[in-house]
Nanobody
Framework: RVQLVESGGGSVQSGGSLRLSCVAS????????MAWFRQSPGKQREAVAA???????SYTDYVKGRFTISKDNDKKTLYLEMNNLKPEDSAMYYC????????????????????????WGQGTQVTVSS
């Protein structure tokens, strides 16, 4: 059974930093494509960043240069380093794991493409005040 547990969220002032973590269990972490999404009240969940099994990364335009996605396969942990945070970054942040390749896997547009299954964590809240 795949489990994803996020942590590291909190409240910071504009310009501050946070590092989110997502600890995975129940599967071969190094073989999965991983991503971070976020959702604000009243808005659709949106992709933030993704990292493929081979380490290829993709970011959405509004976080490029501020956020960094990384992973530690030995620790089965996904990270999101967030710097120069802005009030519009406030949201619930979710970790996603993609598994079972069904077509040519691609990391593009801050998402993992070409996989059959996705798994989600419960989310961690980030609040940025001006």
């Amino acid at each position: 059974r795949v489990q994803l547990v996020e942590s590291g969220g909190g409240s910071v002032q504009s310009g501050g930093s946070l590092r989110l973590s997502c600890v995975a269990s129940g599967y071969a972490f190094r073989d999965f494509c991983m991503a971070w999404f976020r959702q604000s009240p009243g808005k659709q969940r949106e992709a933030v960043a993704a990292i493929g099994s081979g380490g290829r990364k993709s970011y959405t335009d509004y976080v490029k240069g501020r956020f960094t996605i990384s992973k530690d396969n030995d620790k089965k942990t996904l990270y999101l380093e967030m710097n120069n945070l802005k009030p519009e970054d406030s949201a619930m942040y979710y970790c996603q794991a993609s598994a079972n390749v069904v077509s040519f896997p691609v990391v593009e547009g801050a998402q993992c493409h070409g996989y059959e299954r996705t798994y989600w964590g419960q989310g961690t809240q980030v609040t940025v005040s001006s």
